[in-house]
């Protein structure tokens, strides 16, 4: 594990506290990256000579390496281009056999990324019946909601495993449990938990898994969809695209091998360096809401359920957008999901929660990890303050 810049390190430049967007790339994995761009650039394929071969047992290891992190076996990995393909390919992949078995009916919580509530839309659209749950004050989807609209003919849950936004890690077990027995998909988008909160993914009752490279200090264009066996059978998913026949058929194309070398390499660095990381970033938990305490920030969702890396605060009487730009000399941080980032709209995450207007357009995103040094919190919270009046 590199060693974190820390306390007490000299910073140059604001502090990168947006690690819920992306993380910076962890030393080991951008050697690995490079040495598969540079030296091994073989094609994963082409098996008939040492480069190919080099080049397909890295591919190997690291599906190997991301299986591990849940417990799974390496031919249950699909190598995809990140979360959201993945996401797109668990949700929409599974129509074709809802239609021919007359289960046409989804359930996904309200608090989901857009990478899972636009499939849905698209499901929708060919006639499925879409019910979204929303959650509690806490952050955290409504298990008694999802027993409510669980139906006989309900082809699959999906909830995430942690919000994007707010760092609350959401009741995977309790589905589990309610869905016990039901013939219902379980899916889960775990771009934000994946390597982070390691136990709730090793349930064998969550049938797809959707991992993100560059949310665990990999590199960005790359991820992965886990399909567990259920019976002795994977899901039944038919492939978005066509050609090539790569990955079971599932996503073809060439594969990226030195961005798979490189999740590989982060996957068992996470598996690995797990508590390490985390009680650094729960020790960075508590410094920060140190600081800010003068501020009077109020945390949205309970942060007894939330990742040690992760925060989302109102800042009272600080809209989020001028509270982010005074900040941008000191500190980068963000108020919601970056893919939403730019429509200038309130959260839907903290709208779910059923968090008032006013208050969640004063809250805004922090989240850090094991590499990022101290800001200087004094002059944070004095920005702030003069903000606040």
Same mark, same amino acid.
């Given at each position: ?7 007490? &390190? ?13 993380? /910076? ?43 591990? &992190? ?48 636009? %499939? *849905? ?5 060919? =006639? ?42 959401? /009741? ?31 349930? %064998? ?13 990999? /590199?960005? =264009?790359?991820?992965?969809?886990? *399909? ?6 994977? %899901? ?12 079971? =058929? ?7 091998? /030195? ?37 009077? %920030? ?8 939330? *990742? ?13 957008? &001028? ?63 003069? *903000?606040?009046?």
């Amino acid at each position: 594990m590199a060693r974190p810049a820390g306390k007490g &390190v000299a910073v140059t430049g604001p502090v990168y506290l947006d690690c819920n967007a992306t993380t /910076p790339l962890e030393p080991a994995v951008a050697e690995v990256v490079r040495r598969f761009m540079e030296e091994e650039y073989g094609n994963a394929a082409s098996t008939v000579h040492r480069f190919g071969t080099a080049a397909h047992d890295a591919v190997e290891r690291a599906r190997a390496e991301v299986a591990s &992190v849940v417990g799974a076996r390496a031919d249950e990995v699909v190598f995809t281009s990140g979360a959201t393909e993945a996401n797109n390919l668990a949700l929409l992949g599974l129509a074709s056999f809802g239609e021919a078995s007359g289960r046409r009916h989804v359930v996904a919580s309200r608090l989901e990324h857009k990478a899972v509530l636009e %499939p *849905l839309e698209q499901l929708a659209a060919r =006639g499925f019946s879409v019910d979204l749950i929303g959650a509690g004050a806490d952050g955290r989807v409504s298990v008694e909601a999802l027993k409510k609209v669980l139906r006989p003919d309900t082809l699959l849950v999906s909830v995430m495993q942690a919000n994007n936004e707010t760092g609350i890690v959401q /009741p995977l077990e309790e589905i589990a449990s309610l869905i016990q027995g039901h013939p219902a998909f379980f899916h889960t988008d775990a771009a934000q938990g994946f390597g982070k909160a390691i136990s709730p993914l090793a349930m %064998p009752r969550l049938d797809m898994i959707s991992v993100s490279g560059h949310k665990i200090y990999g /590199p960005k =264009g790359i991820g992965a969809l886990i *399909l567990r066996r259920r019976d002795g059978a994977l %899901p039944p998913l038919r492939p978005l695209t066509f050609g090539g026949g790569q990955e079971r =058929g599932l996503r073809p194309g060439t594969l990226p091998v /030195p961005l798979i070398a490189g999740l590989g390499e982060a996957a068992r660095l996470a598996l690995a360096c797990h508590a390490e990381r985390a009680a650094y970033c729960l020790a960075f938990r508590e410094r920060a809401l140190t600081a800010l305490a003068p501020l009077r %920030p109020v945390i949205n969702g309970d942060p007894d359920f939330s *990742l040690p890396h992760a925060l989302n605060v109102a800042l009272p009487r600080i809209p989020a957008e &001028v509270a982010i730009e005074a900040l941008k000399e000191l500190v980068a941080i963000s108020s919601t999901s970056a893919c939403i980032s730019r429509a200038k709209d309130t959260s839907h995450v903290l709208a779910a929660m059923g968090v008032p207007r006013p208050k969640a357009a004063c809250s805004v995103r922090l989240a850090w990890s094991h590499l990022t040094p101290e800001p200087d919190w004094e002059r944070v919270v004095a920005v702030l303050r003069k *903000l606040q009046g």
